[in-house]
């Protein structure tokens, strides 16, 4: 066990190209303001941070970071680019082929169809005439409005809520559940804690920086993944890092980065690097478990306390149940890769010291994902710290915010309801809510129902309607889908084995986009709907600590004939009737809706003794900040329920901490058993199918986009290698293939083929190739199903099966063969709009 790599200062931009990047320092702005002869005092906010706008002729160009921003994120200074993209949408259009012949058109034209520039007008009927005759001939159910994305953190302009809004008064839809991030943890954790863990409040880094003496980053890369936020971030995390790791000089804290990739947070806190076999965490920890039951380290006390099913799972521990084998750290050795001698030393350590588990989203993105944050969960159990301070687990450090003391509660706070802790941690901050899908209208339209699937699911829906599927407990049918409409989302990215996606999209009879570039999803869109960016409209949005409410103030006027998406939904249920047109909007212009979330934040803070000024004052200065309580600092995840187990008992049936399900275990699931357990992944470098492609492929979040956003500026041209999406490979793994650092190189299987660029280095262990998520989809023959993407969209190469009947997650790795790429490099055409006809 070494220190693969050097300690790296963590606000210093990393060079070369074989280096691992990390946060960048306060971006510093290229102009001053002075030249900026519109005004810079508007404020705005993204997903990566607050900040004002410069406007120099009536054009938006700087974002500059709002002081409250602690660590500015390097990608708001991309948002004026992106504002005029060459692969913005201008105007509405329509496929040639669905324009002549409608839902009758040839569909495989998908993609590969020229666009036709029409009128809003002639827009806006298309789209409410295809919606009535589905309606009429199919049912309400056969449209799909589970548009999923990171579009907007306005409250008013969220485009999948008010998509969903604007289908559930028209005549009712399709939707979804669950995330692409959090799909299987969200589902297996409220079994195990009563509680879903991605969203779970996590001990607060003060606590941690006051007590912890271990921290163990497992599939968690939080220096990097902490830029981004639902809600809008302010960094504020980075500073406790930073006091981290001045904490650990002074007096010994101990890092370990359990991972396959040495990450930007273990080069920050110089962490000692656990190389595993991707999707093998959970043999890992079941040999941890197994070394501190046979040596009589584990916490008796907690797991009779606090626990329920111990006995059932060590029967599995021990080989005297299921499969019959042992699970000792020699065994898991054979697994995932670690050696087993390291296996007991760390399992000494963690018990020895007081530990805190950083689990991360990673390891649930896989085959079987629900069962490593239930043993994750289990390990910490046996370890016995669970509510001591800076002791036992948490899954979500890596999100932006979490563990940062808050002036409001996060909702993680279920697990506990009684802890008066947690009560005091929920302080009077009156929060911020957007537009509900719900009508507070009465008529017919309130009656219509809306469906629901697993997001994940939506391919395995169109190529099976009407099938049987098993969900979290219940069967269910997939409804027969006849239009999708998607607002401000990108499935052509974030969806697994696009070529499989592409055959089951040519099923659907109409396909609307409503978004503001020509995304690969817009590409293959019938009708293509342009919509205004962030700063090209008013909203309200907070900050993801609940902090500060901001005021999103329009900076420069829509770009070409971009629309609101508040005011194209109106037009379209204009085509239908007035009441629900009424019922859509209650009455209220867009200003009044952004008014009426203030004042209700402004009422709730009044009743609390909260003071607020009035919504005038507050768009005037463009934000409102909130003190937080001292009692925040001291918040230390399940503290009530240690203390009282019976009181503060847990939201699962028995109270307490569920090692063994009865609830799961009822199911009576092939892939999620009654307790944590080692499933063989479909696919893993110890699988049949690594004989034939021998690399396991893992797809981590990116450093300089949030999924496939800001791809379309120029901060790609800070990490790609020839213009293609790097792919990391180990220094052996490439030697062996003839690949040298900058070479562009095909990656395939059977499901598809990308080019990336290749990126030789220690940081990845041999055996794995790391390749980010969200590089746009690029197919050299447009809309041809196998075609190569000449960018590197790996999910081109990720499976789109379930992670089991539990969850129906989603995964993010596969097996890969790589070759060094021969011939003339194919041109990059996605960043440039299509030719359009009518221009």
């Known amino acids: 066990m070494t220190k693969k790599m050097d300690r790296r200062s963590f606000l210093r931009a990393s060079g070369g190209i074989a280096a691992v990047a990390t946060v960048n320092a306060n ?71 669905y324009l002549k012949n409608g839902y009758k058109s040839d569909k495989s034209k998908r993609g590969s169809d020229k666009y036709v520039r029409v009128s809003w007008e002639t827009a806006y009927d298309l789209v409410a005439n295809e919606m009535k005759r589905i309606y009429k001939d199919f049912g309400h159910d056969a449209i799909y409005g589970g548009s999923y994305g990171w579009f907007c953190v306005g409250s008013l302009n969220n485009p999948q809520a008010l998509l969903g809004r604007m289908l559930g008064v028209a005549g009712g839809y399709t939707s979804r559940t669950c995330t692409y991030s959090t799909h299987a943890i969200r589902q297996i954790t409220p079994y195990i804690t009563g509680t879903d863990e991605s969203s779970a409040q996590p001990t607060v880094y003060p606590v941690l920086i006051e007590n912890t003496e271990c921290i163990v980053f497992w599939g968690a890369d939080l220096v990097n993944s902490n830029q981004i936020a639902w809600g809008v971030p302010d960094h504020e995390v980075y500073g406790y890092l930073k006091q981290l790791k001045e904490e650990a000089k002074k007096r010994g804290l101990k890092f370990y980065i359990i991972d396959p990739v040495y990450n930007n947070t273990g080069m920050y806190f110089d962490a000692e690097h656990i190389q595993v076999r991707p999707t093998t965490d959970v043999a890992l920890m079941l040999g941890m478990a197994h070394y501190l039951y046979s040596e009589n380290l584990y916490s008796k006390d907690f797991m009779h306390k606090y626990t329920i099913g111990f006995d059932e799972f060590k029967k599995y521990l021990l080989g005297e149940s299921e499969d019959m084998v042992a699970k000792t750290p020699e065994w898991a050795a054979k697994i995932c890769g670690v050696d087993a001698n390291i296996i007991k030393m760390l399992a000494k350590e963690f018990v020895s010291k007081r530990t ?45 915010g979490n563990g940062v003391p808050m002036p409001a509660a996060a909702t993680g706070n279920t697990l506990s309801n009684a802890d008066a802790n947690a009560k ?111 700063t090209e409209r008013n909203d309200i949005t907070k900050s993801q600590s609940n902090a ?57 803070a009044k009743k609390s003794g909260v003071v607020m000024p009035t919504f005038d004052e507050f768009w005037e200065k463009g934000f409102v900040y909130f003190e937080t309580p001292e009692s925040a600092k001291k918040f230390i995840k399940m503290e009530g329920f240690r203390k009282n187990p019976v009181i503060n008992r847990l939201g699962t049936p028995s109270g307490k901490i569920e090692i063994f399900s009865k609830k799961i275990a009822g ?72 690949i040298q650092n900058g070479d562009v190189v095909r990656i395939f299987n059977k499901r598809g083929q990308v080019l990336g660029g290749a990126v030789v280095t220690e940081a990845i262990m041999e055996g794995a190739v790391r390749m980010q998520e969200g590089a746009w989809y690029d197919p050299q023959v447009p809309g041809k199903i196998g075609s190569l993407c000449v960018h590197g969209d790996v999910n081109v190469l990720t499976p789109d099966v379930g992670t089991s009947e539990l969850a129906q997650g989603n995964q993010a790795t596969a ?20 030719k359009i006809k009518g221009i």
């Open 27 to 97: 971006a510093i702005p290229l102009v001053g303001d002075s030249l900026f002869n519109d005004k810079a005092e508007g404020i705005s906010a993204s997903h990566y941070g607050a900040f004002k706008t410069g406007v120099r002729n009536s054009r938006f160009e700087q974002a500059i970071p709002l002081e409250g921003d602690h660590y500015p994120s390097t990608m708001i200074d991309a948002l004026p680019a992106r504002t005029y993209a060459q692969d913005r949408i201008l105007y509405p259009c329509v496929r040639e082929g």
């Open 667 to 738: 199911y009576n699931y092939k892939g999620c058993k009654g307790h944590p357990m080692w499933f063989e992944p479909m696919e893993w470098l110890g699988s049949k199918v690594a004989k034939e492609f021998p690399l396991n492929l893992i797809s981590p979040h990116p450093k300089y986009r949030l999924h496939s956003q800001l791809n379309n500026t120029w901060l790609r041209d800070l990490e790609e290698v020839q213009g293609r999406e790097p792919i990391w490979i180990n220094t052996k793994d490439a030697q062996k293939r003839g």
């Open 548 to 604: 500060y409410i901001f005021a999103m103030k329009q900076a420069s006027k829509p770009y070409g004939e971009a629309m609101d998406d508040f005011d194209i939904f109106v037009n379209i249920l204009r085509r239908f009737t007035a009441e629900q047109v009424l019922a859509f909007t209650e009455g209220k212009t867009k200003m009044e809706w952004v008014k009426s979330f203030y004042n209700a934040s402004y009422a709730k």
């Open 356 to 400: 805190m588990l950083m689990g991360g989203w990673a390891t649930q993105r896989a085959h079987h994902g629900e069962q490593p944050n239930w043993m994750l969960i289990t390990l910490a159990s046996m370890i016995g710290q669970i509510g001591l301070p800076g002791g036992g687990y948490a899954c979500n450090y890596h999100y932006s």
């Open 815 to 834: 097996l890969v063969e790589i070759e060094k790429f021969k011939g003339e490099l194919p041109e990059i055409g996605i960043f440039k709009a299509p």
């Open 424 to 534: 005091e941690y929920a302080s009077a901050s009156p929060g911020l809510s957007g537009i509900s899908v719900k009508s507070k209208m009465d008529g017919p339209w309130k009656q219509r129902k809306m469906e629901v699937i697993p997001v994940s699911r939506i391919v395995e829906c169109l190529e099976n309607p009407g099938a049987d599927y098993n969900f979290d407990g219940k069967s269910y049918k997939y409804p027969d889908l006849k239009m999708a409409y998607w607002a401000g989302g990108n499935p052509f990215h974030h969806h697994q084995d696009r070529n499989r996606m592409i055959e089951a999209w040519q099923k659907l009879d109409t396909f609307v986009v409503q978004d503001a570039f020509w995304t690969a999803t817009a590409r293959m869109a019938d009708i293509v709907l342009p919509t205004t960016l962030t």
